[in-house]
């Protein structure tokens, strides 16, 4: 019995065993106690039961809580035999004799005189639960502080129990659970346990007991108290007395460790001097690590250090078991402190030497958080960069996954250090901030003090290599596509169950390989890639992942593989919600291309949702190849009601921005320029601007041409354009490919050969229906369109052209019909940032300058800032014009 756990003053005589220091009253509870009605409670209802244990460290406040039921109980009627023992080892012989002294208190008498034989014990036994059986009220018997270690005395109390008819409740309050069949007691129901895990203090608890201190703390200190001390009560008093002395308590909890003052001289007296050298030792060499776990602990401890850990939990030492993880523990706070600070006072180097062995345990084992973790709390930088760039984890880094504090730990590393995985480490995390410069800087010093045909300097070189790659992508250098093609080349040579665990690296440079390609122009290879990247979703970089279904979606929709674009733009629009990802808006290129599957399928308010959702996203701004894709999106809802010369300003504008002069920016606008110049009637002009860029033998182009010829009257030409575009098979896009039959239709026609013709349009109909591909046959040529209308048989068997069979003639104008309920669409391209989308909301409230900066809690210069940037990106002057195109846009409500 400590003195924590129990008051100088008693209740009743108070009266003490000479001999064995044994008190037979009440503890009188601390003067701050907490009433627990929830343990209250379960002591209620266990006064029902033969048995009650109460189990747990030193400091618990076992004595307390039990102290206080039992008071409770007595105001209620009921009585309480209590003893408790200031020495655990007391043997039968004196033990019985308390008991019996105690409970005669009780009423509870046996006749006769007793002597010290074995057969007398047994009638002892026998007389005690024939006269506690005879009892009309049970007794309750606290035994605290008392072990029950032997069989003996374990048998003995058990055969008390199983026959005094009900009549005699146990309450055991212990540091060490009795060597009673505990199992047994549990399967009959016939016992009540109360452990740590529920005498810890909640945070209501806790919150009581500061406020009974006088101490004024916000709830979040209060939290955060509770989980240092993990509801420790003796912790949570000493606590108390510091943050007493505190002018600051919320920031005094910070401070709170068990490696100093009144908590270290406890746990030292009451937890590390009662144990034995050898199991000192075990603490102090396996209190590196936060969590023990089975491997790591016979690492650290040696081959029976599970079992010894197994006997401490069990004997409540303030260690605790992880709830699911057999065999896994770790230590109190409070200990940890403690045996950290004795490691390293008592020997500074076996501490970096654990430190040393813990991280390479975890690196062996994969746990690449964990291993960095250790090496930096001992300050082990070349190893904590060895782990990242051996382990091929350099690509956590760079896309910023954070989970373990990774990141965290990595970034106390001195700047100076001349290490050359550190450097690699270092340029990476340059990298993630988008500092080019520091990071072009740290990979300069990573390559001067590299060593030629190193092993380790191998893998530096891969991991320099992918930071070099990355660095690249961001800064649009030329030499990107070399660069990601080299990564792939070495990630290949590498370990395939390394490269394995890390999938982000495949998903990082094909991503960047992907641009690469999409900027070449280079479509096949670059869904190649895309096809690599997402083949598995790897967890943690759902953002990437999310963008690269994106792309793949946005390249099926353009070759007119619809249905695939719309699975992969569900799928990357999903993942992104799945991972909540930040609210700048759904993966953008996922939208446009839902936008152009919708337009394709002549459904124009769903295309006109989705660019708008699209175009709300702040990536869209920074991209030119979804800049050009959002363009033509644009382009064609505003043609479809009419506004061919907004259309044309829409896709010049696009033209005009930074890196959309070539590659597969380039040539999808310079075509929807090309085309847009047919329907102005400029045949001349269009065929002008395809054969500047693209040549007549890209399908798109050809089919361009084809229309450009069909408007000279040139049917050679035509001619010429469709076997251009037939020649190329399935490599062509499907739009291409029924443009292409809808222009031999026409050709056929004017030959006169309507039944050709025909077959021509059927050939049409047969590859658009799987993709419900309706825009060509709305574009087709008017003799082809008026073939459609009058051929009621291929209406009938084609339903799923729907309105466009219903209407065959329909021309640009019908397309404007107020039923489409299409609003003015403007040119805009650059869409704008969240703030400048809120800033824009308060303009339209009609809020001042000064009154937005109040509401936005920013300067007035911010506000003003944006602005600015607001009139540029809507191509306006003035602030109300700014709302006006906004809610056209539907960029805010009407």
Sequence with gaps: ????????????????????????AIPRPPRRYVERPRLSKRLDQGAELPLTLVSAPAGSGKTALVAAWAAQRAVAGHSTAWLTFEEQDVPAARFWPQVLEILRRQGVVLPGTRDDTAGAHAQMLTELATALSRRTHPVTLVLDGYEIATAADSSDLDFLLRHSDQRLHVVILTRVDPVLPLHRYRLNGTITEVRMADLAFTEDETARLVQLSGISMSSDSIAALTRRTRGWVVGLRFAGMCLEGSDDPDAAVAELAGDNGNIAEYLTAEVLRTQSPEVRSLLLHTSVVDVLQPGLIEELGGPTAGRTLASLAAGNVLVEPLPDLPGWYRYHPFLRDLLRAELAHESPRLRRQLHKKAADWFARQGFLESAVGVASEAEAWRDASAYVVNGLAIGEILLGKDSGGLDRDLRKMPPDLEDPAAGVVRAALALADHDTARCANELERVGASLIPESDRDHTVELAAGIVQTVASCLVDDPRTGMLADRAEQELVRQDREKVAAHPELTLLVQAIKTRCLLYDGEIA???????????????????????????????????GALRDADEWAVRSLALAERARLPADGPPPAAEIALARVSIERDDLRAGQEHVRVAMRSYDACDEPVLQAQTAIVQARLLQARGGVDEATAVVAAAADQPGAGAGWPARPLQTEAAMLKIVQGEPDEARRLIEQLVGSDDPVGALVLGHAHLQRRNWAGVAASVSTILAQGNAAPLQATVGARLLEAAHELHRGQPGRARTALTHALRLAEPEELRRPFLDAPASVRQLLATGTELGDQNAWLGSVIEDRHRATAVRNSPALDLPHLEPYIEPLTAKETEVLGHLSELLTTEEIALEMFVSVNTVRTHIRNILRKLAVSRRNEAVRRARALSLIPA
């Design 1 to 24: 019995m400590n003195a924590t756990e129990q008051s100088a003053a008693t209740y009743s005589d108070g009266s003490i065993d000479p001999i064995l220091a044994v008190r037979f």
């Design 525 to 559: 290879q670059a869904r190649a890639a895309l096809m690599t990247a997402v083949r598995a979703e790897v967890p943690g970089y759902e953002s990437l992942t999310a963008t690269c279904l994106g792309y793949l979606a946005l390249i099926d929709a353009c070759q």
